[in-house]
């Protein structure tokens, strides 16, 4: 999710290749109003391990079957997460660079994960001896949400960001392509389970499309109906997985925020 890729993925150097996320610690990357973040991917380096197939998403196609994912995905152990996070952290606790947070996403959708409460809880633990007060970050579709062990993880941390690029059911298995039985009744319900959540959407045109006037419309009732404690609104940025879809320009994105406000008095945060 990562969770909403173009969720804005990871641009500069520290550690690792950003785009491929070779290893488990990535960036510093710019993250729109998320700052400067390092990035911690719990995935590992085999493919794209996702519960969306998401038509934008800048990693392509999800090719991996969720019934193959404990077989055949090389997550990273909590003994390999625990030495990197360490190593990294220390490193920029004594010789920098200076970074506004850190964020868990990476190579797919971090709650897929078996051990994503533990190894979160390994994160802030570092975070609070090498980086303290520097906030964590966890970018999700939301699939996973019903399971409570993940939403109490998620809770843990200071910012829980979910996806919301559909407000109806037709939309969001349009866009978003979840690869097994989720809908998006089950995200809207998982979402209202964590604290001070923060919505993440984007918007675009072209052979898939989510700006139509009802679409929109729809995406701010769900948006009203979750109270988030903030809305990121996102533009198409890089090669997308579905062929075909445009960047919008600034006045349609701008406008998709104004309508926002109007309606629900929530003042979104726009990153063209």
Same mark, same amino acid.
């Not at 220390?90 to 959708?109: A, L, M, R, T």
């Not at 939309?171 to 978003?176: A, E, M, T």
């Not at 009802?214 to 198409?236: C, T």
């Given at each position: 999710?990562?969770?909403?890729?173009?969720?804005?993925?990871?641009?500069?150097?520290?550690?690792?290749?950003?785009?491929?996320?070779?290893?488990?610690?990535?960036?510093?990357?710019?993250?729109?109003?998320?700052?400067?973040?390092?990035?911690?991917?719990?995935?590992?380096?085999?493919?794209?391990?996702?519960?969306?197939?998401?038509?934008?998403?800048?990693?392509?196609?999800?090719?991996?079957?969720?019934?193959?994912?404990?077989?055949?995905?090389?997550?990273?152990?909590?003994?390999?997460?625990?030495?990197?996070?360490?190593?990294?952290?220390?490193?920029?606790?004594?010789?920098?660079?200076?970074?506004?947070?850190?964020?868990?996403?990476?190579?797919?959708?971090?709650?897929?994960?078996?051990?994503?409460?533990? *190894?979160?809880? @390994?994160?802030?633990? #570092?975070?609070? +001896?090498?980086?303290?007060?520097? %906030?964590?970050? =966890?970018?999700?579709?939301?699939?996973?949400?019903?399971?409570?062990?993940?939403?109490?993880?998620?809770?843990?941390?200071?910012?829980?960001?979910?996806?919301?690029?559909?407000?109806?059911?037709?939309?969001?298995?349009?866009?978003?392509?979840?690869?097994?039985?989720?809908?998006?009744?089950?995200?809207?319900?998982?979402?209202?389970?964590?604290?001070?959540?923060?919505?993440?959407?984007?918007?675009?045109?072209?052979?898939?499309?989510?700006?139509?006037?009802?679409?929109?419309?729809?995406?701010?009732?769900? *948006?009203?109906? @979750?109270?988030?404690? #903030?809305?990121? +609104?996102?533009?198409?940025?890089? %090669?997308?997985? =579905?062929?075909?879809?445009?960047?919008?320009?600034?006045?349609?994105?701008?406008?998709?925020?104004?309508?926002?406000?109007?309606?629900?008095?929530?003042?979104?945060?726009?990153?063209?």
């Amino acid at each position: 999710m990562s969770a909403a890729r173009n969720l804005q993925a990871p641009q500069g150097n520290f550690l690792d290749h950003p785009s491929t996320h070779g290893g488990i610690i990535y960036g510093p990357f710019e993250n729109g109003p998320m700052k400067l973040n390092l990035g911690v991917n719990i995935l590992g380096t085999g493919p794209k391990a996702c519960s969306f197939n998401c038509a934008y998403c800048d990693l392509g196609e999800t090719s991996m079957r969720l019934n193959k994912l404990k077989s055949e995905v090389p997550f990273s152990s909590i003994e390999s997460v625990t030495m990197a996070i360490n190593q990294a952290f220390q490193k920029i606790h004594s010789q920098g660079p200076s970074v506004d947070g850190i964020c868990i996403s990476g190579n797919g959708e971090p709650t897929l994960h078996p051990e994503f409460p533990e *190894i979160t809880k @390994l994160v802030l633990s #570092a975070r609070d +001896i090498w980086m303290p007060g520097k %906030p964590v970050s =966890v970018f999700t579709n939301g699939a996973a949400l019903d399971t409570r062990r993940v939403a109490d993880a998620m809770n843990l941390v200071e910012h829980r960001i979910v996806k919301i690029d559909a407000g109806n059911e037709k939309l969001f298995k349009h866009v978003n392509s979840p690869l097994s039985r989720t809908n998006l009744a089950k995200v809207l319900a998982g979402t209202r389970k964590l604290k001070d959540v923060i919505v993440q959407s984007l918007f675009f045109q072209g052979e898939v499309s989510n700006i139509g006037t009802s679409d929109i419309d729809d995406w701010i009732e769900v *948006i009203a109906v @979750l109270k988030p404690k #903030a809305v990121h +609104i996102y533009g198409l940025s890089r %090669p997308s997985a =579905v062929a075909g879809l445009a960047r919008l320009d600034e006045d349609t994105i701008y406008s998709i925020a104004s309508r926002l406000e109007r309606k629900t008095q929530i003042k979104a945060i726009v990153t063209p």
